[in-house]
C-alpha cells in the first residue's frame, strides 16, 4: 500500500519554506543574484527546504569530512558547510570558474570559507585524487546526469560505514517513468542501479525534483 504525497502547490510551497526552511539574508540574495545574473541556469540552484535539509543531515551524522559534485553558484555547498563544524572541510567539485565565482563571495560572506576547498576541473578526474579510504562522511552529487554513475562509483568506496551519499534531481519531473531525453534515461537507470547497490540502503524522497539518500553499509 502507498499513500500519495500532497500536490504541492505554490502556495504551500511557501508554507513549507516559512515553516523551517526560511533561508536567511545571505541565502536570499544567494538565490535573488543567481536569478538575475544567470536567469537560465538558475533553476541548477537546489531548493530552499533541500538547503535546509543538507544542513540538518550533515549535524545529524556529525559530519567533519564532506563532498560536493556540481557546486554552481554555492547555495548546497554553502548549506553543507554551515553543518560542518569549524574544522571540518568540504570539497568541491566543479568545472565552471564563473559560476563558482559567484559561490566564492557567498561562502566568505557566510563565514565559511575557510570550511570549503574547491577543485576546478572534470569530476570524473578530479575525485580519483581524493584518498582511495573510507574516510567520507557526507556526499552530495549534482552534476550532469550522464555523470552520475562515475561519480557514484568514485564516492561509494571513500564512505565510512553509516555516512551518507545525497542525489539530487532523481525524479526529473517525474519524466524517469517515460524517459524523454538522455539525461532522463541516464538518471533512470541510475536509479536501477542505486535499488540493486547492495554496499548501501538507499530512499527516494518526493522533495523539489527528487532527492536520494544512500546509507553505506
Given at each position: 500500500?502507498?499513500?500519495?504525497?500532497?500536490?504541492?502547490?505554490?502556495?504551500?510551497?511557501?508554507?513549507?519554506?516559512?515553516?523551517?526552511?526560511?533561508?536567511?539574508?545571505?541565502?536570499?540574495?544567494?538565490?535573488?543574484?543567481?536569478?538575475?545574473?544567470?536567469?537560465?541556469?538558475?533553476?541548477?540552484?537546489?531548493?530552499?527546504?533541500?538547503?535546509?535539509?543538507?544542513?540538518?543531515?550533515?549535524?545529524?551524522?556529525?559530519?567533519?569530512?564532506?563532498?560536493?559534485?556540481?557546486?554552481?553558484?554555492?547555495?548546497?555547498?554553502?548549506?553543507?558547510?554551515?553543518?560542518?563544524?569549524?574544522?571540518?572541510?568540504?570539497?568541491?567539485?566543479?568545472?565552471?570558474?564563473?559560476?563558482?565565482?559567484?559561490?566564492?563571495?557567498?561562502?566568505?560572506?557566510?563565514?565559511?570559507?575557510?570550511?570549503?576547498?574547491?577543485?576546478?576541473?572534470p569530476a570524473g578526474e578530479t575525485l580519483r585524487e581524493?584518498p582511495y579510504e573510507r574516510h567520507l562522511d557526507f556526499?552530495?552529487?549534482?552534476?550532469?546526469?550522464?555523470?552520475?554513475?562515475?561519480?557514484?562509483?568514485?564516492?561509494?568506496?571513500?564512505?565510512?560505514?553509516?555516512?551518507?551519499?545525497?542525489?539530487?534531481?532523481?525524479?526529473r519531473g517525474g519524466r524517469v517513468i517515460a524517459p524523454?531525453?538522455?539525461?532522463?534515461?541516464?538518471?533512470?537507470?541510475?536509479?536501477?542501479?542505486?535499488?540493486?547497490?547492495?554496499?548501501?540502503?538507499?530512499?527516494?524522497?518526493?522533495?523539489?525534483?527528487?532527492?536520494?539518500?544512500?546509507?553505506?553499509?
Amino acid at each position: 500500500m502507498t499513500t500519495k504525497p500532497l500536490p504541492l502547490t505554490p502556495e504551500l510551497h511557501a508554507y513549507v519554506v516559512a515553516h523551517g526552511s526560511t533561508p536567511d539574508d545571505v541565502m536570499r540574495d544567494l538565490v535573488e543574484e543567481t536569478r538575475a545574473v544567470l536567469p537560465a541556469q538558475a533553476t541548477m540552484q537546489v531548493a530552499p527546504e533541500q538547503a535546509a535539509l543538507l544542513t540538518l543531515l550533515t549535524r545529524l551524522l556529525g559530519a567533519r569530512r564532506a563532498v560536493e559534485v556540481g557546486t554552481f553558484t554555492g547555495l548546497s555547498s554553502l548549506a553543507i558547510a554551515r553543518g560542518l563544524p569549524d574544522d571540518g572541510r568540504l570539497t568541491c567539485f566543479d568545472i565552471s570558474e564563473e559560476y563558482t565565482g559567484i559561490a566564492r563571495r557567498y561562502w566568505a560572506r557566510a563565514g565559511v570559507a575557510e570550511r570549503i576547498e574547491l577543485r576546478i576541473g572534470p569530476a570524473g578526474e578530479t575525485l580519483r585524487e581524493l584518498p582511495y579510504e573510507r574516510h567520507l562522511d557526507f556526499a552530495f552529487i549534482d552534476a550532469d546526469k550522464t555523470g552520475y554513475p562515475v561519480y557514484w562509483a568514485e564516492l561509494v568506496p571513500r564512505m565510512r560505514p553509516g555516512g551518507i551519499v545525497a542525489v539530487d534531481n532523481t525524479l526529473r519531473g517525474g519524466r524517469v517513468i517515460a524517459p524523454q531525453n538522455a539525461e532522463d534515461r541516464a538518471v533512470a537507470a541510475f536509479n536501477d542501479e542505486v535499488m540493486a547497490d547492495v554496499r548501501v540502503e538507499p530512499v527516494l524522497l518526493p522533495i523539489a525534483d527528487g532527492l536520494t539518500l544512500a546509507r553505506v553499509r
